[in-house]
């Protein structure tokens, strides 16, 4: 039963981003925030309705895996864009809405670090502030297998971090941010 039990989810997404630093220095980079996410998902149909709508809950928990950027401040003052490797933990609620052939869906997860990484060699490590995402969205169904999809997803990373290699050591304050819209093709099976 779609409304009642358990799931899996595997996503895959690829955000690119420009960083431009004018004050003091020239930098204008471009970068790509690259998440998977593998995910277990638990539904239930409530005894009530939102508007007349059948409202499903749930929750989904699982596993991120992200390559994000880092801005790294050397000794000689320039800044450098490096890339983390972070491992997050999540948890979150979600909730789905169905009249006739629209859907509606939202969730949010808290994510937590697991394990961190720049390269080889280099020592990284962090203790979180807030890491969340989420995402807001709708679907048409065109047909009972095959959808199409407009959502809103955003992403929030804040933490504190010590970074060292070789030459020098650093340690500041990161917060990360993107958001944005996606149309999608959807199959269920």
Do not use: C
Request: charged content about 15%.
């Amino acid at each position: 039963n779609a409304k009642n039990g358990l799931g899996g989810v595997f996503t895959s997404s690829y955000t690119n981003g420009q960083i431009l630093i004018t004050e003091g220095t020239n930098f204008d980079q471009s970068y790509i925030w690259s998440t998977l996410s593998l995910e277990a998902l638990m539904k239930r149909q409530s005894k009530f309705t939102v508007l007349g709508m059948p409202l499903v809950y749930g929750l989904r928990t699982g596993v991120q895996q992200h390559r994000m950027p880092f801005l790294n401040l050397s000794r000689m003052a320039d800044v450098e864009l490096k890339y983390t490797e972070l491992t997050t933990g999540s948890i979150g609620l979600m909730a789905d809405l169905k009249r006739n052939r629209w859907s509606y869906y939202l969730f949010s997860r808290y994510q937590y670090p697991i394990t961190t990484r720049v390269k080889a060699g280099d020592q990284f490590t962090l203790s979180p502030v807030f890491a969340f995402d989420g995402s807001v969205g709708t679907s048409y169904s065109i047909t009972q297998q095959l959808k199409l999809g407009l959502f809103w997803y955003g992403q929030w990373h804040q933490y504190n971090f010590t970074y060292q290699n070789s030459d020098q050591a650093n340690s500041g304050f990161q917060s990360l941010f993107f958001s944005k819209i996606d149309l999608r093709l959807g199959f269920d099976f």
